[in-house]
Nanobody
Framework: QLRLVESGGGLVQPGGSLRLSCVTS????????IGWFRQAPGKEREGVSC????????YYADSVKGRFTISRDNGKNTVYLQMSDLKPEDTAVYYC????????????????????WGQGTQVTVSS
């Protein structure tokens, strides 16, 4: 059974950093694109960062460019989202999602393109 489990969220002060992990199981990670999405209260779910199954191409929302970095370690079945210089507007539940299986440089960035989702991890940025 395909499964994604997020961890690493928490409460952090503005300007701080967190690293989110998405641990996968039940499928061959290297054949799946992975995306990080977030949803704040009262707002739609939005794409934050995505990485192709090949790992060659990535996507970042304008609001996080230069502050967030996505990476994947297929050997550990894990995709990471390193978040730095966090702002209160980054507060949301963060989800990872998988789309595949295929090996490609294509980066899906829309929520409807992703078939499998984790349960989410809360990130709160507040002083």
């Amino acid at each position: 059974q395909l499964r994604l489990v997020e961890s690493g969220g928490g409460l952090v002060q503005p300007g701080g950093s967190l690293r989110l992990s998405c641990v996968t199981s039940g499928f061959t990670l290297e054949l799946y694109s992975i995306g990080w999405f977030r949803q704040a209260p009262g707002k739609e779910r939005e794409g934050v960062s995505c990485i192709s199954s090949s790992g060659v191409n990535t996507y970042y929302a304008d609001s996080v460019k230069g502050r967030f970095t996505i990476s994947r370690d297929n050997g550990k079945n894990t995709v990471y989202l390193q978040m730095s210089d966090l702002k209160p507007e980054d507060t949301a539940v963060y989800y990872c999602a998988a789309e595949g299986p295929y090996f490609s440089d294509y980066v899906p960035i829309a929520t409807f393109e992703y078939d499998y989702w984790g349960q989410g991890t809360q990130v709160t940025v507040s002083s």
